[in-house]
C-alpha cells in the first residue's frame, strides 16, 4: 500500500490524474479523525492531505479565511479566537466520539462532513459558510468554485452542492470561509424536569421567541450526568443557551425565564460551565465512552424526534439526547444497529435521515451507513457521481456500496 503526502495543490492534481490513468482508486483522508464513519473503504492507494497545511489568507476586517484542505481546525480556530472572531457553524469534533484525541479534524473535513454543531438552528452548516474552493475531480481536472467575497456565485454552486460528500466527489485543495465575530458573553437556561414531550413543546416555544436562542438541547435523565464532568445529575434538563453582549444576554435571559416558569423552576448557568455544556452537547461526548457501541446520528422534525425515541425504545434499547431543538437525535445501542427498525420508524414519523456515526468494522460493512436515498435521488447521486468521478477513484464505497 502507498501513501501519497503531497504539499501543494499541484502534487494533488498530479497524483489523482495518475490514479485515474492506472484506474488505481484512491482512500482521501486528512488527519483521520472521522475516517471510521462511512463504510470501510478498499483501496491500495491512501492520499493523505495532512501536509497539505497552512492558513493562506486571513482578513478579520473583511471576516473571511481562507486555508488549505490539511489545516487543522483547532489552529484556525486558535487564530480566530486571537482577533474574537469563530466559524459561526460551531463545527463538531469526531475526535472523542471515535476513539481518538481532540481537535484532530481539518478545514478540508469540515468542508467534507459539511459539519455544524448546536448554533445551527441560527447560522446553518459549513456549507452555508463557505466562499469558495479549489479542488481537484475523479477525472483528474482541476476546478474551482466561488470565491474570496459573500457576492460571488452565479449559476450553480459547486462549492456548497459538494459539501458534505464525504470526499467521493472530489479532492478539496484548500477552501475559503466567511468568519463572524465571536458573542461577547454567553448564558445557559435550565429548566428540569420535563419529559421529551414536555421538553419539545419548551424548546419550540423558546425558538420561536424574541429571546434569540442560539441552542437548544434536552437532555434526559439517563445520560445528563454525563454532561459536565458529572455537574449535572438527578432529573432530565433542557437547555437553551443565550449569546451575545451582556447586558442584551441579560435581558434576553430574564424574558426567556419568564417564558419557561409554566414548564417547571428554572436556573442559570453561567458563561464558564455553559461554553463547557455545549462543546460536550456538540461533541456528543456523553457517548465518547471508548467502546464500539453503535452511536447514530438522526436528523428529522423537531415535534417527531422524541416520539420516534420512544417508539424505538419499545423495539430496542437505546440511551438518547436531543440537539436542535430536538430535530438532531443521537442514540447509543448496546450492540445491533438495528438500521431496519430505526429506519421504518423515522419513516413512520415525518421522515428524516439516520447516519451510523460509530460502528465496528462488520456492522459498517453490513448496514447502509448513510441513510438510503429515495429512488429520484439516489438516480440524481449515480449521476453527479458519473460526472465527477466516472472510475470511482476517490472513496469507492465510503457513502454507498458500488
Given amino acids: 500500500m502507498t501513501t501519497f503526502t503531497p504539499t501543494t495543490a499541484a502534487q494533488t492534481l498530479e497524483i489523482v490524474q ?54 487543522p481546525l483547532a489552529e484556525i480556530e486558535a487564530l480566530l479566537a486571537e482577533n474574537n472572531q469563530e466559524f459561526a457553524f460551531e463545527p463538531m469534533d469526531y475526535g472523542p ?26 447560522a446553518g452548516a ?16 482541476a476546478f474551482k468554485s466561488g470565491g474570496r467575497v459573500v457576492k460571488n456565485v452565479t449559476g450553480y454552486d459547486l462549492s456548497k452542492g459538494l459539501a458534505g460528500s464525504w470526499g467521493t466527489l472530489a479532492v478539496v485543495s484548500d477552501g475559503t470561509f466567511k468568519v463572524l465575530p465571536a458573542a461577547e ?33 434536552h437532555l ?16 432530565a434538563r433542557t437547555v437553551l443557551r443565550l449569546e451575545g453582549f451582556a447586558p442584551s444576554v441579560d435581558y434576553r435571559l430574564d424574558l426567556l425565564a419568564r417564558l419557561m416558569k409554566p414548564y417547571g423552576s428554572v436556573e442559570t448557568i453561567e458563561e464558564g460551565q455553559s461554553r463547557v455544556l ?21 436528523s428529522m422534525a423537531p415535534t417527531e424526534g422524541h416520539k420516534m425515541v420512544d417508539a424505538f425504545r419499545r423495539a430496542a434499547g437505546a440511551n438518547a439526547y436531543y440537539d436542535w431543538q430536538g430535530g438532531l437525535v443521537w442514540l447509543r445501542m448496546e450492540a445491533d444497529p438495528e438500521a431496519e427498525i430505526l429506519r421504518k420508524l423515522i419513516a413512520h414519523f415525518g421522515g428524516g435521515h439516520a447516519t451510523l456515526v460509530r460502528a465496528p468494522l462488520s456492522l459498517r460493512a453490513a448496514v447502509p451507513v448513510f441513510h438510503p436515498q429515495p429512488p429520484a435521488l439516489a438516480a440524481l447521486s449515480a449521476r453527479l457521481k458519473a460526472q465527477f468521478d466516472p472510475k470511482d477513484i476517490l472513496n469507492p464505497g465510503r457513502m454507498a456500496a458500488a
Wanted: proline share 5%.
Fill in 220 to 235: 434526559p435523565e439517563g445520560v445528563v450526568g454525563r454532561f459536565l464532568e458529572g455537574g449535572l445529575k438527578g432529573a
Fill in 185 to 217: 458573553t454567553e448564558k445557559t437556561l435550565v429548566v428540569a424536569g420535563l419529559s421529551d414531550a414536555e421538553a419539545a413543546a419548551a424548546m419550540a416555544e423558546a425558538t420561536g421567541s424574541s429571546a434569540e436562542i442560539s441552542g437548544a438541547a
Fill in 97 to 122: 466520539l471515535l476513539g481518538a484525541e481532540p481537535g484532530r479534524g481539518t478545514i478540508g473535513g469540515v468542508f467534507a462532513a459539511n459539519l455544524s454543531g448546536p448554533r445551527r438552528i441560527k
Fill in 278 to 298: 455545549w462543546r460536550d452537547i456538540r461533541d456528543c461526548l456523553p457517548f465518547a465512552d471508548a467502546t464500539p457501541a453503535p452511536v447514530w446520528r438522526v
Fill in 126 to 141: 459549513a456549507r452555508d459558510h463557505v466562499l469558495g474552493i479549489n479542488a481537484v475531480s475523479g477525472r483528474g481536472e
Fill in 18 to 71: 495518475w490514479a485515474v490513468a492506472e484506474e488505481t482508486p484512491l482512500e482521501v483522508v486528512g488527519h483521520g479523525s472521522k475516517r471510521s464513519i462511512g463504510r470501510p473503504v478498499q483501496t491500495e492507494h491512501t492520499l493523505d492531505l495532512s501536509k497539505l497545511s497552512g492558513i493562506t489568507l486571513y482578513e478579520p476586517e473583511e471576516l473571511v479565511l481562507s486555508a488549505k484542505a490539511g489545516t
